[in-house]
């Protein structure tokens, strides 16, 4: 998924309006930008199939065991809220980023075919595999990123202009990179985790940015 970690993020900010939603989004895409690293320094490896239609038939997975094995993001997401509570001091907010680093793991099982691993070294996979019909995708996940912007919306209000072009320019470009994913063919023979990791941390930042061009409506202290 890509659109559906982010709704997490923006359902989590709804939970709890002081997480900051770029935290929130770092916290629903940690795999992924383990991913990238992982890759780069050769300990997890994907490949293209470019034959196919739909990301679930043309994204073949070796090995991701360290970045998206349940056992792994259990250990990020653990590494990760501690880290949150040591500077913030908030522990339900903390076990609230706990659960959207875990929840990755979750909605990745959803939508690859069997390829998401239990733990490093075991040879079991699970997957639903979702992904693998463009349509039930731009419901499921669609639908899912769509009620997160709404229930968003109904949570903030922004500061000005800014603020509301940021958000929905920043929205409109991820919701075009999911299609794509989801929808087209790869560009490539194998994945880019260099370029990957460009697009995360564009996307992280611009939900920080977000985050302090808008005004919560309801009572909560400022965003962390």
Do not use: C, Q
């Amino acid at each position: 998924m890509l659109v559906g970690h982010v709704a997490t993020a923006f359902l989590a900010k709804r939970v709890e309006p002081k997480i900051s939603l770029g935290t929130a989004v770092l916290a629903a895409m940690l795999a992924d930008v383990i991913w990238t690293i992982a890759t780069i320094a050769g300990l997890e490896h994907a490949s293209f199939n470019p034959g196919a239609r739909g990301a679930a038939n043309y994204l073949v997975i070796s090995e991701v065991s360290w970045s998206h094995s349940l056992v792994m993001d259990v250990l990020w997401g653990g590494l990760f809220s501690a880290i949150y509570f040591a500077s913030r001091h908030s522990l339900r907010t903390a076990r609230l980023l706990f659960v959207v680093v875990v929840g990755h793991w979750l909605l990745d099982v959803v939508s690859h075919r069997p390829d998401m691993p239990l733990a490093p070294g075991l040879p079991a996979r699970l997957g639903i595999g979702l992904w693998a019909s463009v349509p039930a995708t731009l419901v499921v996940e669609g639908g899912m990123w769509l009620g997160a912007i709404v229930l968003y919306l109904r949570t903030t209000r922004s500061k000005g202009h800014v603020g509301t072009i940021a958000l929905w320019t920043g929205a409109a470009l991820l919701t075009v990179i999911w299609y794509d994913n989801v929808a087209g063919l790869p560009h490539g023979v194998h994945p880019d985790p260099i370029g990957s990791l460009l697009v995360f941390a564009v996307f992280i930042a611009w939900a920080y940015w977000v985050d302090g061009a808008v005004v919560i409506e309801r009572t909560a202290p400022a965003a962390e």
